[in-house]
């Protein structure tokens, strides 16, 4: 009986201050992807940069060891961004025949959070391979990874988000005097931020100066662009999951409770029940928020168009703050895959996991679809006129 299901590669992983975040997200999109569907392929990298695949990556106690490529079921491969051949290559193994193995890859789901996975990186590889993706393209992923360029973009849409001072890492370490007083005439209290990482990784409120200079140091070890975000004193955060490519759908809302002044990155990943790691899920949140109805629909049209302003397609999570007794809302981040993946906001918008994975798959087949609609050839006579006349008559 011919086999029919669909070769999915899990990419996680990567070189990436996120990257346990990564393995975590990995583990609840395999589980919840079905078997009679799908032939799961678990595309590890690891923290230096080397591919690996195999059964063993399926179990997530392997990753407490020091060297996973040890496991007798893990190997090393490489991925192929030869058009023709698009996949993965099994190099051969001590005992085989002494050639390689190649594993064609149908669709790829990125599960690479932050650095070298959500900011387009790793998008630019599959497109470079003309391999299907589940997700946002290279231009919205780089977009949205980057808070700085996330808020000068949503600006001209006319979508709110906080005021900020942003600034480079190069520029603090010439001269932080003039940040500084940028920082204090925008007030206090604020947030520092890292401007290209996700997870809450390197961000702290700040009251004074003093503590200015302290964090901003801290964000500047983990990224070059940076910028430092007034609070909005009084402010809720309320989330909102957005899904499709043209047609887009938005999920219930979640208010998230923490007992900090933001979500932390062990209360968004390690308060899980019985001290399991759930992801995001396992946080504590209010489903649906206790919004008005009116409030509700508007943080849910902002987010619809807030996808559609970066060119978003397949999934995103977008995180607001909110004062509902005002009626205003300001957009707060943009989380393309794999930081979207929002299975719980689904669930409860009448979802399970499963039909989301089904969903997206789909949505990663169609946009690839339409892009084969697109010429990347043209041939022109340029080579024949630089071959009859030498280099020297080609205009630079």
């Known amino acids: 009986m011919a086999n029919n299901k669909l070769t999915v590669g899990v990419i996680f992983g990567s070189r990436s201050v996120e990257h346990d975040v990564s393995i975590v997200t990995a583990q609840q999109i395999m589980q919840a992807m079905n078997p009679n569907k799908y032939e799961i392929v678990p595309l590890y990298i690891t923290r230096d940069g080397r591919w690996l695949s195999g059964p063993g990556l ?30 993965i290559i099994y190099p051969p ?12 890859i149908d669709v790829a789901f990125c599960a690479v959070h932050g650095t070298h996975g959500e900011d387009g990186t790793l998008q630019g590889l599959l497109e470079m391979a003309n391999v299907p993706y589940i997700g946002t393209g290279v231009l919205a992923s780089a977009i949205a990874n980057h808070k700085i360029v996330t808020k000068a973009l949503l600006k001209q849409y006319d979508i709110p988000v906080l005021e900020a001072v942003a600034f480079t890492r190069r520029d603090w370490l010439a001269n932080p005097t003039p940040i500084l007083e940028r920082i204090t005439e925008q007030g206090y209290p604020a947030f520092v931020k890292p401007a290209t990482l996700g997870s809450s990784i390197g961000i702290a409120k700040i009251e004074n100066e003093d503590q200015a200079r302290l964090y901003v140091d801290v964000a500047a070890s983990l990224a070059q662009d940076l910028l430092v975000e007034r609070a909005l004193v009084g402010g809720v955060e309320i989330n909102c999951s957005v899904m499709g490519n043209t047609e887009i759908q938005a999920s219930v809302l979640e208010q998230p409770l923490s007992g900090e002044e933001f979500l932390t990155y062990d209360e968004k990943y390690m308060r899980g029940k019985g001290g399991k790691s759930a992801g995001m899920k396992g946080a504590d949140r209010i489903i649906p928020a206790p919004l008005s109805p009116e409030m509700t629909a508007k943080v849910q049209d902002i987010a619809k168009r807030a996808f559609v302003a970066i060119q978003g397609q397949g999934i995103a999570r977008i995180d607001f703050l909110v004062k509902p007794d005002l009626g205003e809302v300001w957009l707060n981040e943009i989380n393309t895959l794999p930081g979207s993946l929002s299975f719980y906001l689904w669930e409860k918008s009448g979802k399970t996991a499963s039909q989301v994975v089904d969903e997206l798959i789909q949505l990663g087949l169609q946009r690839h679809a339409e892009k084969r609609q697109t010429t990347f050839d043209y041939r022109s006579k340029l080579l024949e006129h630089a071959a009859n006349r030498g280099l020297a008559g080609v205009k630079k």
């Open 58 to 87: 399926r179990d997530i106690q392997n990753f407490q060891l020091d060297d996973i490529a040890q496991v007798a079921t893990v190997y090393e491969v490489m991925f192929s961004s030869n058009t023709r051949y698009p996949g």
């Open 93 to 104: 193994l001590a005992g085989r025949l002494q050639k390689n193995t190649f594993q064609r």
